[in-house]
């Protein structure tokens, strides 16, 4: 039952990368349209879409309840707000660079957003570093600045993706809610600013969700497309280990990746191939320091060294 539990849950956590490897094409959908105002619809839609899913999961009293509890904790709170701030310019950022012809830029965002994660650990939450990890985060680097030096500028979208989505993952470490009543209560926190802002559009007549009955379903279904696979995420995480989700979660990078090149033909020069070789060699490094390989691999090198003493 156990090995059925665990396919099942990578089925659904390779689906939900899957999903978010190739959302680049819907947003693609929506060039027309400014990147603020998608997310600003993304944000919007998304807390309808959850209120209804909440219903219908029958889940409305759970989330009522963590509404009265954040209400009563001023530092829950303030962790629910910076989660919901830090989503929101990620994807505010990510919707700019697929709709500005940097998909590469976010696919690399995405590979070294685990190690970002790694990182923020050992900063904020005092974690220690293993060797491998040293050697992971020397490679990505090296490759990070490849980019920089080649390009004369340091690959800002990718870092910025990687440290909002870092950061995000902190801060819901100290919510700990159920993943749908927690995207509800996120989307819920910046949908004042989001109305506000769709508001100010329309009162400037410049929002494009009328400008077609094509354009308002689209901006309508993002919400859609960001809850489903984050629903299907929390699916399977509650079923696989937390080293196969560290393989599984470099699905979404990876489709990203070939999206940029082969259907965007977006440039992917011999500077980026060897900073993706470095990066992913630190991928390689830092998913075996992980995963039961790696941690047999370093009980024999212990072993051996205990030995030789």
Partial sequence: MKVNEQKEGAIYAAVSYMMWGIVPIYWKFLQGVGAAEILAQRVLWSFVFMVVLLAFMKKWRAFVDYVKEILGNPKLFAALLTASLLVSANWGVF?????????????????????????????????????????SFILAGIGVLILGIH???????????????????LAKKMIKAESAVG????????????????????????????????????????????ALPLLYFAKGAEKVPLSMLGILQYIAPTLTLLLGVFVY?????????????????????????????????????????????
Avoid: C
């Fill in 95 to 135: 919707i700019w660079a697929v709709n500005s012809e940097r998909i590469l830029d976010t696919s690399l965002g995405y590979y070294i957003n685990p190690l970002v994660s790694v990182l923020l650990g050992v900063i904020v939450l005092k974690e220690k570093l293993s060797r491998s990890q040293v050697v």
């Fill in 151 to 169: 390009f004369g500028t340091i690959p800002w979208v990718s870092l910025i993706l990687a440290i909002t989505f870092g950061l995000y993952g």
């Fill in 183 to 226: 995207l509800t209560l996120e989307t819920m926190m910046v949908t004042p600013l989001a109305l506000g802002y769709w508001i100010y559009l329309m009162l400037h007549s410049d929002s494009q969700f009328f400008a077609s009955s094509g354009t308002s379903l689209m901006l309508m279904g993002g919400g859609i497309v960001t």
């Fill in 265 to 309: 033909h977006e440039s992917f020069t011999k500077a980026h191939f060897l900073a993706f070789i470095f990066i992913w060699s630190a991928l390689v490094v830092y998913t075996l320091s992980i995963t039961k390989w790696g941690k047999m691999g370093a009980d024999r090198f212990k072993g051996k060294r205990n030995i030789g003493a």
